[in-house]
């Protein structure tokens, strides 16, 4: 069956330093994915989108890889501050067709 | 430009009845997708809805239905609310095809009792 799943479920982490989130898929085979960030109580917010032909993808303090061999996404966060303590979210689409499907996210806390 | 707007926020509803939910599209997005978010959970998939059709749908029983309308918008329905119903309801806009973001509202808070 196909499967999402995040390194874990929680990673705590000292300001300024950087968090790795990783995210492995089983029986999928996206052309894309895509990771967004969620705050309690509201919708998820859509932060990168990476192409099976990119391995990388930068967007300010935030990197995205994809690794359509070993079926795995890592999402870093440089310099991470306080304000970036959020559960993050790996999708990949099911049929290629936009259908995205989530993991279960890591929860993110960047301490002071 | 107004993002994509859900109602209602909150709902209680009992065991057997059944409950419909509203979303409204980012502007200029054609296709909604809805999700199904348990407490410390991913969103999990519903279905998702273009041109007025349901175009994808994930592993939800037949209680669970929806409908697009002509200005985009939509409605979820679920009958016979079970308490396992009880969740977050998200839906998300975006453009049809590969590559377009998810613009998702702040949800639907339903509690079955």
């Known amino acids: 069956s196909q499967k999402i799943e995040q390194n874990s479920e929680a990673l705590n982490i000292q300001e300024g330093k950087t968090a790795t989130l990783t995210c492995n898929y089983t029986n999928y085979s996206p052309a894309y994915l895509q990771w967004y960030r969620q705050d309690p109580g509201r919708g998820p917010v859509f932060l990168l989108l990476i192409r099976e032909n990119e391995k990388e993808k930068r967007k300010e303090r935030l990197k995205v890889t994809f690794d359509t061999t070993l079926k795995q996404s890592l999402f870093h966060i440089t310099a991470s501050q306080p304000a970036d303590s959020a559960t993050y979210l790996c999708a990949p689409p099911r049929n290629n067709n936009n259908d995205m499907r989530f993991g279960a996210g890591t929860r993110l806390t960047v301490k002071p | 430009d107004a993002g994509v707007t859900q109602s209602p926020t909150h709902l209680i509803k009992t065991r057997g009845q059944q409950v419909t939910l509203r979303c409204s599209p980012k502007s200029g997005h054609d296709t909604v997708s809805w999700y199904q978010q348990a407490l410390g959970q991913g969103p999990q998939f519903i279905f998702q809805?273009?041109?007025?059709?349901?175009?994808q749908r994930g592993n939800f029983p037949d209680r669970f239905s929806g409908h697009q309308f002509p200005n985009y918008s939509s409605e979820l329905n679920v009958n016979a609310l079970l308490l396992g119903d009880s969740a977050l309801y998200l839906c998300?806009?975006?453009?049809?095809?590969?590559?377009?973001?998810?613009?998702f509202g702040n949800g639907t808070r339903l509690t079955v009792t």
């Open positions: 998300a806009s975006s453009f049809w095809g590969v590559y377009s973001p998810l613009h």
């Open positions: 809805y273009y041109e007025e059709e349901e175009r």
